[in-house]
């Protein structure tokens, strides 16, 4: 079964700069759609970005220009990079495979503050 494990959340600045992993077990990435999404303390679980298999992506508007979506099906991960943050970016980040989202990670955490 397929496992994934975020990591790269931390404590940064506004205007500084963040870039997830999330890397996979028990089974390939190559053929699901892989989503991150966000939940932010008294949220709802919000999309933040998609990539399929073939390479397209798709960005929540509030993150376009901002945050890019990456992945790399042969160390089987999938990448979030994240810049000129906010203070409204401050969420715990997941990522998901499959479209909806079968499979989900345990999250990891950032914190956006001075």
């Not at 994934?4 to 500084?16: A, D, F």
């Not at 870039?19 to 679980?45: H, N, Q, V």
């Amino acid at each position: 079964q397929l496992q994934l494990k975020e990591s790269g959340g931390g404590l940064v600045q506004p205007g500084g700069s963040l870039r997830l992993s999330c890397a996979a077990s028990g089974s390939t990435l190559e053929s699901y759609i892989m989503g991150w999404f966000r939940r932010a303390p008294g949220k709802e679980r919000e999309f933040v970005a998609r990539i399929t298999d073939g390479g397209r992506i798709i960005y929540a508007d509030s993150m376009r220009g901002r945050f890019t979506i990456s992945r790399d099906n042969a160390p089987n991960m999938v990448f979030l990079q994240m810049n000129n943050l906010e203070p409204e970016d401050a969420a715990v980040y997941y990522c998901g495979a499959g479209y909806p989202p079968q499979y989900w990670g345990q999250g990891t955490q950032v914190t956006v503050s001075s």
